[in-house]
């Protein structure tokens, strides 16, 4: 069953005269449960795409429905509150305010919500337990590394138990091993129930999804739209076809 349905989805950016073509007639069916990486080069739409399926950013033409939802109609109080409702967003840079702790940094989001402020740490100390970092709650982020840093970002992305994740390079910033760190854990999250999304350049991250899009010049290549799985041959095939040419 297809949690996200994008249809017909054009992106175009105006810059003075110009109009630059960021999506061209993207159409994809996400299902519940699924953990898909979105692959390509860069200005290929990557991160247009993930904006637009965050409801961040408003299609230029097509229709993007959540759990049967059309999200772009709906007026921006209505999308912000969906989007704290069915979507967490982990960043490449963390994007954690310094002068919190951690604990404070995942309640975060509950702060919008009706929970009292020892539910909210109650919340929060529930999902660090989670992702390993129950005994590092009351530190500073610059007291972390960055394995934990994202890790950190990773539960404030849970606490409201969204049902989608949508992750920006969520290993750009470290290094092979603490990257596969963060990707086993988000592969038991996965498991756990959530959908995960991922912008990803990195190959290696290829083995821990179910599946891989992938965008050229905004477009979808072929297979692509309606949810077929690739296996990992045909996966390194595609990662390969996108390097450049030397």
Same mark, same amino acid.
């Given at each position: 069953?297809?949690?996200?349905?994008? @249809?017909?989805?054009?992106?175009?950016?105006?810059?003075?005269? *110009?109009?630059?073509?960021?999506?061209?007639? +993207? #159409?994809?069916?996400?299902?519940?449960?699924? =953990?898909?990486?979105?692959?390509?080069?860069?200005?290929?739409?990557?991160?247009? &795409?993930?904006?637009?399926?965050?409801?961040?950013?408003?299609? /230029?033409?097509?229709? +993007?429905?959540?759990?049967?939802?059309?999200?772009?109609?709906?007026?921006?109080?209505?999308? $912000?509150?969906? @989007? @704290?409702?069915?979507?967490? =967003?982990? =960043?490449? #840079?963390?994007?954690?305010?310094?002068?919190?702790?951690?604990?404070?940094?995942?309640? &975060?989001?509950?702060?919008?919500?009706?929970?009292?402020? %020892? *539910?909210?740490?109650?919340?929060?100390?529930?999902?660090?337990?989670?992702?390993?970092?129950?005994?590092?709650?009351?530190?500073?982020?610059? *007291? &972390?590394?960055?394995?934990?840093?994202?890790? +950190?970002?990773? $539960?404030?992305?849970?606490?409201? %138990?969204?049902?989608?994740?949508? $992750?920006?390079?969520?290993?750009?910033?470290?290094? #092979?091993? /603490?990257?596969?760190?963060?990707?086993?854990?988000?592969?038991?999250?996965?498991?756990?129930?959530?959908? =995960?999304?991922?912008?990803?350049?990195?190959?290696?991250?290829? @083995?821990?999804?179910?599946?891989?899009?992938?965008?050229?010049?905004?477009?979808?290549?072929?297979?692509?739209?309606?949810?077929?799985?690739?296996?990992?041959?045909?996966?390194?095939?595609?990662?390969?076809?996108? %390097?450049?040419?030397?």
């Amino acid at each position: 069953m297809s949690l996200i349905r994008l @249809r017909n989805v054009h992106k175009i950016y105006s810059t003075g005269k *110009e109009q630059v073509p960021a999506l061209q007639d +993207v #159409s994809l069916n996400i299902g519940q449960k699924e =953990f898909v990486a979105i692959m390509g080069p860069s200005g290929s739409g990557k991160s247009s &795409l993930l904006s637009i399926l965050g409801g961040l950013s408003h299609p /230029t033409k097509g229709s +993007v429905t959540v759990d049967n939802i059309d999200v772009y109609a709906l007026d921006v109080e209505q999308r $912000a509150d969906l @989007r @704290r409702e069915y979507v967490g =967003f982990v =960043f490449q #840079s963390f994007q954690l305010i310094p002068y919190l702790t951690v604990a404070e940094n995942v309640m &975060l989001p509950l702060t919008v919500t009706a929970y009292s402020r %020892q *539910e909210q740490g109650s919340k929060a100390i529930d999902i660090l337990e989670k992702v390993g970092l129950r005994s590092k709650a009351l530190r500073l982020p610059d *007291e &972390l590394s960055g394995g934990e840093q994202q890790r +950190v970002a990773i $539960a404030r992305a849970l606490v409201n %138990q969204p049902p989608i994740i949508l $992750a920006d390079e969520p290993t750009g910033n470290l290094d #092979s091993a /603490t990257s596969k760190e963060i990707m086993d854990l988000l592969r038991v999250l996965n498991d756990a129930g959530h959908t =995960f999304i991922i912008v990803t350049h990195n190959p290696e991250n290829t @083995r821990y999804v179910d599946r891989c899009i992938h965008l050229r010049d905004g477009k979808l290549c072929d297979g692509d739209a309606e949810g077929e799985q690739l296996d990992q041959a045909s996966m390194r095939d595609s990662i390969a076809s996108m %390097q450049p040419k030397i």
